[in-house]
């Protein structure tokens, strides 16, 4: 089956660190940019992160730029979302996305559309 | 920053009607537009992409034009699994990747 499934969620107290991952199956992974985008509660989405499907360029919105990295395993077909210095406001659920761009050639292609959605993990940043 | 503003926030309709959904965005923009459907307590599905492209599996009652500051998403003929909320998605060459306040698609 193709899917992507995420993983990481967690309770993290404001400052602190967490990793998410997402794991993708059922498809030629290396060959897909694979993004990050958020949803605060009763919210609507927002773009967080993307990789391309070498891993070579990363993406990241102004909003998480220096806090959060992205980066990918292809070889376990996963990829990672390392954030830090967490705020409330980066309280929400977290969907990695597979871009729509099958990237043949390897050279880091993506169009920035998202035609396969994991099921999300939730973050909550509190104390 | 370009800015994306996505009409109506609420739109109430019966099943069978035809309803448009429109995103602006601030300046002229290249077409790179993509509209999704998330239902609640899911995770937002690819309707249509590059303005007008149907994605892989959706009906064919979904369409989406324009261009430069104006596209719409076209629902005819509404059925009942079509009342969710709707985004529009503005990727620009920078990369930029914006989405609409959303949609909601309510039964009347």
């Known amino acids: 089956e193709v899917q992507l499934l995420e993983s990481g969620e967690g309770l993290v107290q404001p400052g602190g660190s967490l990793r998410l991952t997402c794991a993708g199956s059922?498809?030629?992974?290396?060959?897909?940019?694979i993004h990050w985008v958020r949803q605060a509660p009763g919210k609507g989405l927002e773009y967080v992160s993307g990789i391309s499907g070498d891993g070579v360029s990363t993406y990241h919105a102004d909003s998480v730029k220096g806090r959060f990295i992205i980066s990918r395993d292809n070889y376990r077909k996963t990829v990672f979302l390392q954030m830090g210095s967490l705020r409330a406001e980066d309280t929400a659920v977290y969907f990695c996305?597979?871009?729509?761009?099958?990237?043949?050639?390897?050279?880091?292609?993506?169009?920035?559309?998202?035609?396969?959605w994991g099921r999300g993990t939730q973050v909550t940043v509190s104390s | 920053d370009i800015q994306l503003t996505q009409s109506p926030a609420f739109l109430s309709a019966s099943v069978g009607d035809r309803v448009t959904i429109t995103c602006r965005a601030s300046r002229v923009v290249s077409g790179d537009l993509a509209w999704y459907q998330q239902k609640p307590g899911k995770a937002p599905s690819l309707l249509i992409y590059?303005?007008?492209t149907l994605e892989s599996g959706v009906p064919s009652r979904f369409s989406g034009s324009g261009s430069g500051t104006e596209f719409t998403l076209t629902i005819s003929n509404l059925q009942p699994e079509d009342f969710a909320t709707y985004y529009c998605q503005l990727v620009n060459r920078y990369p930029q990747c914006t989405f609409g306040q959303g949609t909601k698609l309510e039964i009347k």
């Open positions: 059922g498809f030629s992974f290396s060959n897909y940019g």
């Open positions: 590059s303005a007008s």
């Open positions: 996305a597979r871009d729509n761009y099958y990237d043949g050639s390897g050279q880091g292609g993506m169009n920035w559309y998202f035609d396969l």
